[in-house]
């Protein structure tokens, strides 16, 4: 019996601080059970919440790392074993985690613990610690002095803010000053293994340190000299709106109903929304009361009154780690407060404009986080670094007794600053970081989150290694410190360098890429030793990065890196989502922090983009109708236009606007109906589903097979498992009849989220100390199925208009990862016209389909986005032809079914058959099944069995969704998830489908009415009628697919449209192919979907063992 | 503590002729309303007033005295540079003695038998220190008066020793340094236009005239920094007060007194009338 409590109760910080793994790794499955039975009752009763967490962390761990591996080392899987119950994932999807629990428990004690049932578990227990968690920051939050009054206020007439009366002066020409906040953006100079993440700092706050710079920025080349980047303006309007603009997202609205501000997510304007509210203007506490917006404003502005806020940022791109829009969201909650006398240099006290206190300071800060959380977002504790000035030490702090947190967790909400003086850091030791650090952005934008769920579980944990990564970061920041001191940027280079190599690495190997690694690998051959180090800036790299030369250098550095970049990034960009052009930015250190000044008169004007906004919609009224302010407001703009430089190019851009040029639609040079003619477009077939969609006779709905189809696990007899034919498969792959078919066209949508990159060729993780992309691994497995038969074994991957030409020039420049057997690509020759959805079809996916609520703020932010997504198909007409963006984004491939008849379509199968007449069997596998290889008793079996396709499939677990092996009718078969009559048949399925297929290529052949020889003879009119003959009798599914619409600054939304596709496995719904299907071990058939799905499949053991497949040389 | 002197500003922007309103008194009495001020700091104890005054106002003011113009000095602002200042203007008047400090246009109406500048100078007298009448007040309400950040005295219901304050305070600076144990969430003490102060207030007030060079003073500056120099003392009274200064103060104000004193019924009487007549 081994007890896991003292590893969370102890006094003792030895005991405290071991490492889960170490404990667990030595029990039995009973003892680990027993172990979570008493860690289970211990996290119902715990007090504290930092126990009961980590209980729920444990809990977690053990159930998906520890009790698989035991209960597979058990032996076979056990087709008996417990199934996931869907009354338990419906709790789930609905955040009812506690009861989930229970019921799974539940189960678990009546049939005994199985592979499925554990993944349910630690799902359940993952997320129930980090709602715990994330309940907890927000009650802080809400809790903090200064932020909780706002919650109370729910009436108009309750509002005590007043504006400022210097506000309300008018200039002669009866112009409203503007009050203006600039803000600079802040550098992570130490980085800390995440210690900013607030689940760390509120229960390690001792551990919780960063060193922070404020900085002004431009980009290189384009900008004369750095700003401060983030920019706030504010001032009355003699109308009773609120009225926001962002400038950089060409986003301007005039608020009228209070409603409207809290739905963050219906424009671009959600960051300013959320500083409305967060600084009190429309405080929380009013939201859903029913009231006006103007009677709101009344009290604030006076009757008939309201604001503009406007947001600029100088066009900094997004993704630039130096947390620009914290700081934005700082710089806007910052000017509302002042312009409400909520500084205390305020109220007739003092001046409006200038620095904050550090009082002010902080309550900026405690409102930006609230802001974040309103967004639905979460900003780490040390972003808001911008409002501070200079170069500064930030600090958890260990609860007190006056404080909220006391007796909830260990650490605060709110982290302590500590402005570094001059003498602590002098001017030349500033000036001396300037002179070295080149600042950049890489270009990729990567989603972070997934990595700070990863730090957080990893440091409840206190997994071994990252724990020792912990300790060493914290070495690295007083390394950090005291080169500063002494002005010594190389010492401090090489102490970021190793923080970039030894400790974040160690906690998140994925923290680095191949494009960094590449990076810094040219910049150290292009400079030497003159390459100080290099410097991550933020959650990851690929992004906002540093690289430290020595100062006579930079100059020459700045210029060379962006070249560096911009070729690495053209070798790259199909196989890593870039979201932008990488640039170099110049900084300055920012000595003030966050600073206003007050604009009257003739300075009384917004930043110039705010102009190229709003002037052509005022110009085409009559000057008449215009409120006074207005008119005032356009003839002091019409005069600084024609004196001012700094806004020279603005006419230019006027005009731009006023007459827009014609818009080419092509990009790359291709127009879109070029490339659909080149690739296969049926327009007839798209003509016909159109019609379909509008009518009704397709959509998500009819994908459904009939509700009275009977949907049944299948029985003992419907699977085998591998029963040891492996001579028989050894003899054929000796015999050169096996040939391996990857299906490489597609691009990954849930890998990168849309982002349109092949993801075969994404160098995706570390295998033999080297980044390696699927493609390389799956030839890997190859090369080493070849030399043991002693025959090259061919490899075919098949592609599609996306990825044919990136992963052709991509295989030549690597030389095929000197693959020695035969390598072919398989181009697709069907592609589809991707459409706007039908709102009925966005309604079934949101509201009919069951759905995973999310946290309450993201879930409301969601809802209102989906309201809007709604409102743009209908606007953009239903089941009209999406080509809003590029060419490649508009089309998509067809399914997957297409890819084997395209191998007999465009020549591929013929070549094979004419270098292999004896090739006989082909084994079938998706890019993301790296655990899937030519297996030789797999084949033997396979061969021995005398079906046309034998089909792998694994046990389910909890993430396993999407249809499955089920008796239809009384028929075994795959079902696809889509064609699910009802959402709960699946959980009764005890087998998912993994893709993987053997093929007996002479039947599959005869089953299309075709032989070897009419596929070499290539008589592409009987080719064509035998696959449309059989394609008739596929299913079409209806999908919505999200797709990435790049736009701005490095700024992308998403999109869902409409798109259809025939599937593989509905192949085994026909009679006259026989389909077998065999059960194979996990760690063989689960995919690789997601990115977030990385670290486990490096810890649970999956990395391993499709290493153990591979050679790489 | 023996307190003689009680100062009343009636110089504010619109306030110079609220204290000329006639009403009925609770003795049923039609008096001006500075007259009721007057008697309630008579009542007090104190024996001579000083009034602070626009130039030009003595003679209507002396009239609306009536019967107790005798006791009393008028000063004249000569400019309206703030409530600091309007008292600073009354420093030669109570020449360095402790005083009875009470807005023009503020009535008041006490619910127990003591007068509400009574119980506070009998508070000031037991404890010799500053003792502003405070009284707990909805955050909204905070752009309208001064706030004060107290600790309750220990074993004293309703009295406070004063570490801040601040006028007109946002609910964000009140909710970080204002907040008292025991009062309701979103409550704060705020004057209640009545103070006993001692001379250290005249002497600090003077300073801030000078620092602030023709620009206006606020009273608050001064408690804040008294808070920081002595004891100084907040106390919830039993009354309430009415401003007759705001949209139907003085009505309201009217029907408070009346309904606190001989007329009570006649008064009653009157409203259920009015209330049953009421078509609409």
Redesign the interface.
């Known amino acids: 019996m081994i007890s896991l409590l003292p590893l969370i109760t102890s006094a003792d910080p030895a005991v405290r601080d071991q490492s889960l793994d170490a404990s667990c790794r030595v029990a039995s499955v009973a003892e680990l059970l027993a172990a979570c039975d008493e860690l289970d009752g211990f996290r119902r009763k715990a007090e504290n919440l930092y126990e009961r967490v980590r209980a729920l962390f444990f809990l977690s761990a053990i159930h998906r790392f520890h009790l698989p591996e035991k209960l597979r080392s058990g032996g076979p899987s056990d087709r008996s074993a417990a199934l996931i119950p869907f009354r338990g994932y419906e709790q789930l999807l609905h955040r009812r985690f506690e009861e989930a629990i229970d019921t799974f428990l539940a189960l678990q004690a009546g049939q005994g613990p199985s592979d499925g049932l554990a993944s349910a578990l630690a799902n359940a227990y993952h997320r129930l610690a980090f709602q715990t968690l994330a309940d907890q920051v927000r009650r802080s939050v809400r809790s903090v002095r200064g932020n909780q009054w706002m919650f109370r206020m729910g009436h108009p007439a309750d509002q005590p803010l007043r504006i400022r009366p210097e506000l309300l002066r008018r200039g002669a020409d009866g112009a409203y000053p503007i009050l203006r906040e600039l803000t600079p953006v802040r550098m992570d100079l130490t980085h800390s293994a995440w210690s900013d993440i607030f689940f760390l700092g509120m229960d390690f706050p001792e551990g919780a340190k960063v060193v922070n710079v404020s900085v002004d920025l431009g980009v290189h080349g384009r900008d004369a000299r750095p700003r401060p980047p983030v920019s706030a303006w504010l001032r009355v309007l003699d109308e009773p709106v609120l009225r926001l603009t962002s400038v950089d997202l060409g986003a301007t609205a005039d608020i009228t109903a209070l409603g409207e501000v809290f739905d963050f997510a219906k424009d671009h304007l959600g960051l300013l929304k959320a500083a409305v509210i967060a600084s009190g203007i429309v405080p929380p506490g009013i939201e859903g009361s029913g009231q006006s917006l103007a009677d709101l404003l009344a009290h604030i502005v006076g009757p008939g009154r309201g604001l503009e806020i406007v947001s600029c940022v100088n066009d900094i791109p997004k993704g630039s780690r130096l947390a620009v829009s914290t700081n934005l969201l700082g710089s806007l909650i910052s000017v509302c407060m002042r312009a409400t006398g909520q500084t205390t240099g305020s109220a007739d006290k003092g001046d409006v404009t200038g620095p904050l206190s550090e009082a002010d300071r902080r309550i900026v800060l405690a409102r930006a986080l609230l802001g974040e959380w309103l967004g639905g977002s979460g900003g780490g504790w040390q972003d808001s670094g911008g409002v501070w000035p200079g170069i500064k030490l930030i600090t958890g702090v260990p609860a007190s007794e006056s404080d909220p947190e006391w007796g909830i967790s260990r650490g605060c909400l709110m982290p302590s600053h500590h402005v570094f003086s001059a003498d602590e850091i002098p001017e030349s030791a500033r000036q001396a970081l300037q002179d070295s650090l080149v600042v950049v952005h890489g270009g990729m934008a990567q989603n972070v989150g997934p990595i700070l769920e990863m730090v957080t579980e990893k440091y409840l944990l206190r997994s071994e290694a990252e724990w020792i990564g912990r300790k060493d970061a914290l070495t690295v920041l007083d390394e950090v410190i005291s080169a500063l001191r002494r002005g010594d940027i190389r010492a401090l280079a090489a102490a970021t360098t190793r923080n970039f190599r030894r400790p974040i690495q160690t906690i998140i190997p994925w923290a680095s890429t191949f494009y960094t690694e590449q990076l810094i690998a040219k910049a150290g051959a292009a400079f030497g030793d003159d390459f100080w180090g290099f410097w991550m800036l933020g959650g990851m790299s690929g992004g906002g990065m540093g690289f430290i030369f020595a100062p006579h250098r930079k100059v020459e550095a700045q210029a060379r890196m962006q070249e560096i970049m911009s070729a690495t990034k053209r070798e790259l960009q199909h196989a890593l989502p870039f979201a932008m052009e990488p640039v170099v930015f110049d900084y300055a250190i920012n000595e003030h922090g966050t600073w206003a000044d007050l604009l009257a008169g003739d300075d009384a004007l917004m930043p110039p983009g705010y102009y190229a906004l709003t002037v052509p919609a005022l110009v085409r009224q009559d000057r008449r109708e215009l409120p006074l302010a207005r008119r005032a407001e356009l003839d002091t703009f019409g005069a600084a236009a024609r004196t001012r430089p700094e806004l020279r190019g603005l006419v230019q851009t006027l005009f731009d606007v006023l007459l827009p040029r014609g818009r080419s639609e092509s990009a790359g040079g291709v127009p879109l109906a070029d490339l659909l003619d080149q690739n296969g477009f049926d327009r007839a077939q798209h003509e016909q589903i159109r019609e379909d969609l509008r009518e009704g006779r397709i959509g998500l709905a009819q994908n459904r097979l009939r509700a009275d189809a009977i949907i049944e696990d299948v029985r003992p007899e419907d699977v085998s498992f591998e029963d040891g034919a492996r001579e028989a498969g050894e003899a054929a792959l000796r015999a050169g009849e096996v040939a391996v078919i990857t299906l490489a066209a597609g691009a990954g949508s849930r890998w990168t989220q849309g982002a349109g990159v092949c993801k075969a060729l994404h160098p995706f993780a570390k295998f033999s100390g080297r980044h390696r992309t699927f493609i390389e691994a799956h030839l890997a497995k190859s090369r080493r199925t070849s030399r043991a038969s002693g025959t090259p074994l061919p490899h075919v991957f098949t592609t599609s208009y996306a990825t044919h030409g990136p992963t052709e020039r991509f295989l030549a420049a690597v030389d095929n990862y000197g693959y020695q057997g035969p390598l072919h690509l398989s181009p697709g020759k069907n592609v589809g016209l991707r459409m706007v959805p039908t709102a009925r079809d966005l309604r079934f996916a949101w509201e009919e389909m069951p759905q995973q609520r999310l946290d309450e703020q993201q879930q409301k932010v969601r809802e209102s986005l989906r309201a809007a997504l709604i409102g743009w198909a209908t606007s953009a007409g239903e089941a009209s032809d999406y080509t809003d963006n590029v060419p490649l984004q508009s089309m998509h491939p067809v399914g997957h079914w297409y890819e084997v008849p395209n191998l007999f379509r465009n020549g591929v199968l013929a070549r094979l058959l004419t270098e292999r007449p004896q090739l006989r069997w082909l084994l079938l596998h998706n890019i993301d099944t790296l655990g899937a290889d030519v297996d030789p008793a797999l084949l033997g079996q396979h061969i021995r069995s005398g079906a046309a396709l034998t089909f792998e499939v694994i046990t389910r677990r909890l993430e396993d969704r999407g249809g499955g092996l089920a008796r239809v009718n009384g028929r075994p078969r795959l079902v696809e998830g889509l064609a699910m009559p009802r959402e709960e048949d699946e959980f009764r399925l005890s087998y998912y489908n993994s893709m993987t297929t053997w093929i007996d290529l002479d039947r599959l052949l005869s089953a299309f009415g075709l032989t070897r020889e009419d596929i070499v003879a290539g008589d592409a009119v009987k080719i064509t009628a035998a696959i449309r003959g059989l394609a008739a009798k596929m299913p079409t599914y209806v999908t919505l697919k999200e797709v990435k619409k790049r736009w701005g600054h490095g700024q992308e939304d998403i999109f869902p449209v409409t798109q259809f596709e025939k599937l593989w496995g509905d192949l085994t719904a026909l009679p006259e192919i026989e389909s077998r299907f065999v059960v194979v071990p996990r760690l063989r058939g689960q995919q690789l979907k997601d990115q977030a799905q990385l670290d486990g499949w490096l810890r649970d053991g999956s990395a391993a063992y499709v290493e153990s497949l591979c050679e790489w040389e | 503590m023996n307190l003689k002197k009680a100062v009343i500003t009636a110089a504010g922007k619109n306030q110079r002729t609220l204290p000329l309103q006639s009403l009925v008194d609770t003795d049923g009495v039609t008096k001006t309303a500075l007259a009721i001020i007057i008697e309630e700091a008579l009542a007090a104890g104190v024996e001579e007033v000083g009034i602070v005054i626009q130039p030009g106002d003595q003679t209507a003011y002396a009239a609306a005295a009536g019967p107790h113009a005798a006791r009393i000095t008028f000063v004249e602002q000569a400019e309206p540079l703030g409530y600091g200042h309007a008292v600073a203007c009354a420093r030669n008047f109570t020449a360095g003695a402790p005083f009875l400090l009470l807005v023009g246009d503020h009535l008041y109406v006490n619910s127990e038998a003591r007068g509400c500048a009574r119980q506070l100078v009998e508070l000031a007298a037991s404890t010799s220190c500053s003792v502003s009448a405070v009284q707990a007040t909805?955050?909204?309400?905070?752009?309208y008066y001064g706030a004060v950040g107290c600790k309750r005295v220990p074993g004293q219901t309703g009295l406070y020793e004063v570490t801040e304050v601040l006028?007109?305070?946002?609910?964000?600076?009140?909710?970080?340094r204002l907040?008292v144990p025991g009062l309701r969430?979103?409550h704060y003490l705020c004057f209640f236009g009545m103070h006993v102060l001692t001379s250290t207030v005249m002497d600090l007030l003077a300073g801030s005239v000078e620092a602030a060079g023709g620009k206006?003073v606020?009273l608050s500056d001064a408690l804040a920094k008294l808070a920081k120099k002595e004891r100084y003392l907040a106390t919830e009274l039993k009354g309430r007060r009415y401003d007759i200064g705001a949209k139907y103060g003085l009505l309201t104000a009217q029907l408070a007194l009346a309904l606190a004193g001989d007329d009570r019924d006649e008064v009653l009487g009157g409203l259920v009338e009015l209330l049953a007549q009421r078509t609409r």
Do not use: C, D, I, R
């Open positions: 909805h955050e909204s309400k905070l752009p006028e007109k305070p946002t609910p964000t600076e009140a909710e970080q907040v969430a979103g206006g606020h």
